[in-house]
């Protein structure tokens, strides 16, 4: 009994030491020594996996260390997610969250599922901020809000959405339940997915990007109907397409793409990775990116992004209240 007990005494030690020397491991002044990964949560061809790609060729020149742009798909980003807070070298694997993890998921039904919280990551900096669209398959001849509520009286919608907790299918619900339509939520796996799923006709509906839109726009199989902002936006061809705040609706916010470290990466991590991708968004390609994804950069640093995600806890939690 006295050796079995030794034996693990020398076990836990070992164990004790290990975990001692792989915490002190990283000399800081030459890190990052090997690859980085950047992990989206979201579909291959998104908005957020072109951003996170071309935003990491350039930040691994700078480095001079490969920064890997991988995508890890399910529920919305939450699958990711919940491996990212079990799993991850926090040293040298970083992910992108946004509104539906963070601020959504946690007030709807079966959250005490969820096996990870906004206060379990530190933001390090967004990528961007975009406005989203309602589109309509061209089959349900439907142009604006006002047609779609003719439509909705004869006619459960149809909505394709990239997960049905997170923020385009909040957006959707907020919608559609204010203008008093039954609907249907169909998960996809990407927004760009969710619209060319209306695009085919599969459903009546899609939340995506404002670019994800432009090439089904303009080939006629979707119309745009709303854009979730409190004004019109300027972009083409989307300058006319009315804002949701128009009809009175004022659960809107935009979608935004931020940067996560896990809590307790040490500060001069979060900082060298913060200083490289500001860096890169002054690239000339970066922002020419941009302009035609039709985004904003946007890095809501210094507290910014966690006021974000408060902000759209308060407009979910008023939704989900009235």
Not at 16 to 24: A, C, I, K, R, T
């Amino acid at each position: 009994m006295k050796r079995l007990f030794l034996l693990f005494c020398l076990l836990c030690l070992s164990f004790s030491v290990f975990s001692m020397g792989n915490s002190d491991s990283i000399d800081y002044s030459i890190w990052p020594d090997k690859e980085i990964t950047i992990i989206c949560p979201w579909a291959v061809g998104g908005v957020a996996d072109v951003v996170n790609r071309s935003l990491a060729s350039i930040v691994s020149s700078s480095l001079g260390v490969s920064v890997l742009a991988t995508n890890e798909v399910g529920a919305g980003g939450n699958v990711a997610l919940s491996n990212y807070v079990q799993n991850s070298n926090s040293s040298y694997e970083f992910i992108l969250g946004c509104e539906g993890p963070f601020a959504i998921s946690p007030l709807l039904e079966g959250s005490d599922a969820l096996l990870f919280s906004y206060s379990d990551y530190v933001p390090i900096i967004n990528f961007y901020s975009s406005i989203m669209l309602l589109s309509a398959s061209k089959n349900i001849n439907v142009n604006d809000l006002d047609d779609l509520k003719e439509y909705g009286k004869n006619h459960r919608l149809t909505v394709a959405v990239n997960g049905v907790t997170g923020a385009e299918a909040f957006l959707a619900r907020s919608l559609l339940e204010s203008l008093n339509l039954e609907y249907v939520l169909i998960n996809y796996n990407g927004a760009n997915l969710a619209l060319s799923a209306a695009a085919r006709g599969e459903t009546d509906l899609a939340v995506s990007h404002q670019s994800q839109a432009l090439s089904q726009v303009e080939s006629g199989s979707v119309v745009p109907i709303a854009v979730f902002d409190n004004k019109r936006t300027d972009n083409e061809p989307f300058e006319d397409v009315a804002s949701v705040a128009e009809y009175g609706i004022n659960a809107y916010y935009p979608n935004t793409c931020c940067l996560m470290a896990k809590k307790g990466t040490d500060e001069r991590i979060i900082e060298k990775i913060k200083s490289e991708y500001l860096k890169a968004f002054e690239k000339k390609e970066m922002k020419e990116l941009y302009d035609s994804l039709l985004i904003e950069m946007d890095p809501m640093l210094d507290g910014k992004y966690d006021e974000h995600i408060k902000s759209v806890s308060n407009i979910v939690r008023s939704t989900l209240d009235g």
